[in-house]
């Protein structure tokens, strides 16, 4: 089943991820010549085509990527069109095999709560569409272990396992694919990559905005659902994986999954929720609700690799500054020479990698400090992939295309989801409140630190 989809169809049209990164990528996929096939937006609210032409002209200009390219754009708004109904009236199925009379290979994209996941596949089913189409799931996949296998049974019970394509957009980023390759295409990193030489990670997805309009959604997820037991174990397991032994989708999930099966689940002692001061007051949100704006935590990968190493990950709203960061650091040399009496502590070896603005790795070494004492001075190795490489595409972009050519490399597969759900299980739905934090600080105070404190990360404000 490798043929290019010839029609999308967005269920969630109207809602948030289609307005802020769906309808950009499609503009994008215009943009280069990928489009060129029906685009049908399914909703509720009663919209017509011209206002979800409309919906796509304000969206891609949201984006403040410069001038509209009016032709990929004309074949954008060309390709729209709306389809209004309720998920659950079979009607609504039935119009839409209508439309896609013509279509072999139509691609679904459920841009929707998962409480109508159910309806819409079993929709799609019954309708006769499931059988020659590909279907593309959002996260969060289920809201725990349980729920993941059963929305992954009716998934399966409806369309073929290799058409189903289930999204983790970190899978999509350039810059976190960009870590295996560099782990793996290059031998130097190699022989320091364990227990032996690296004494910590710490991984950081901090934001400087709070839930952005969206909090009637957000509320029912909080940090650990939304970001830590997908984007964060991802990048986790990507750093910490043995190299696949093929170039091929399954090889790939399949080291994922056996470096995620050697983390125990997370324990609530070392586990910080915070919710930020102000939350409680947002529109959607619960008059008291516990759902966590912040969270940190700690693991470790019971790995001959990985024994022992503290794997130290946060990830909150309202941070300081936006940052997404994996610093990996290196033990300190067995004797300190070059400290000088009355000098500090020689800091550590840093491998960064910077996966979210200006993305690109750096590493901090020492260097000797300029004058006549022998000490040292920290000095950094620095890339930027953006001026290095150019430019690259963006994560919606690139999994969109990947799934209308029916290519499964940046896919989370449904093992790797369910051991995400069972890593983080102990730390779902706490029946402690949240410790409160102002905007604009690193969470809450009592934040378990890694020894010696977390390292800066580079931010935009
Ligand atoms: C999404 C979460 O999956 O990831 C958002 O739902 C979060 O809450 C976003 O802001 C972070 O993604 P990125 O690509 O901006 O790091």
């Keep these: 089943m490798s043929s290019r989809a010839d029609a999308v169809v967005l269920f969630g049209a109207t809602g948030d991820l289609v307005r802020k990164k769906l309808m950009p990528a499609l503009y994008e996929l215009a943009k280069v010549g990928r489009l060129g096939v029906p685009v049908i937006g399914v909703a509720r609210s009663a919209w017509e085509d011209e206002r979800l032409r409309s919906h ?33 009236d079979a009607a609504l199925y039935d119009e839409l095999a209508q439309r896609l009379q013509g279509a072999q290979r139509p691609v679904f994209y459920l841009a929707i709560p998962p409480s109508v996941f159910a309806k819409v596949v079993q929709g799609l089913a019954s309708a006769g569409l499931a059988a020659r189409g590909r279907v593309i799931v959002e996260k969060p996949f289920g809201r725990d272990q349980e729920s993941a296998r059963e929305l992954n049974g009716w998934l399966a019970g409806a369309f073929d396992q290799q058409s189903i394509f289930r999204i983790d957009h970190y899978l999509g980023k350039e810059s976190v694919e960009g870590l295996l390759v560099f782990r793996f295409a290059n031998t130097f990193l190699e022989p320091f990559w364990n227990r032996n030489h690296v004494a910590g990670v710490q991984i ?26 997908n984007h964060l174990l991802q990048v986790v397991a990507l750093l910490a994986m043995e190299p696949p032994i093929a170039d091929d989708a399954d090889a790939y999930r399949d080291e994922e999954v056996k470096v995620l099966r050697q983390i125990s689940p997370l324990e609530p002692r070392n586990t910080v929720r915070g919710q930020y001061v102000g939350y409680l007051d947002e529109d959607g949100v619960g008059e008291d609700s516990t759902t966590e704006t912040f969270v940190s935590t700690c693991l470790t990968i019971e790995s001959w690799r990985w024994a022992g190493v503290p794997f130290y990950l946060r990830t909150g709203k309202h941070m300081p500054g936006s940052a997404t960061e994996a610093v990996v650091e290196l033990r300190r040399p067995p004797r300190l020479l070059f400290a000088g009496q009355d000098a500090d502590v020689p800091s550590t070896n840093l491998v960064r990698f910077r996966l979210g603005h200006s993305d690109g790795v750096t ?50 597969r ?24 102002y905007k604009g600080t690193w969470g809450p105070p009592s934040t378990h630190p890694p020894a010696g404190g977390w390292h800066e990360v580079a931010l935009r404000s």
């Design 204 to 229: 950081t997805l901090g934001e400087a905005f709070g839930t952005e309009g969206r909090a009637g959604f957000y509320d029912g997820v909080g940090a650990v659902r939304d970001v830590l037991q």
């Design 363 to 412: 590493m901090s070494v020492q260097a000797k400090a300029p004058g006549a004492r022998t000490v040292t001075q920290p000095v950094d190795l620095r890339v930027d992939f953006e001026s290095a490489l150019g430019h690259r595409r963006e994560a919606y972009e690139r999994l969109l295309d990947d799934a209308m050519d029916g290519r499964r490399h940046r896919f989370a």
């Design 56 to 88: 796509a002209r304000e969206s891609v200009e949201a984006t403040g990527r410069g001038p509209v390219d009016e032709a990929a754009f004309g074949e954008l708004a060309q390709s729209l069109s709306m389809l209004v109904g309720d998920y659950g």
């Design 414 to 437: 449904e093992d790797t989801i369910e051991e995400e759900w069972r890593i983080v299980a102990p730390i779902l739905d706490l029946p402690d409140r949240p410790v409160p934090y």
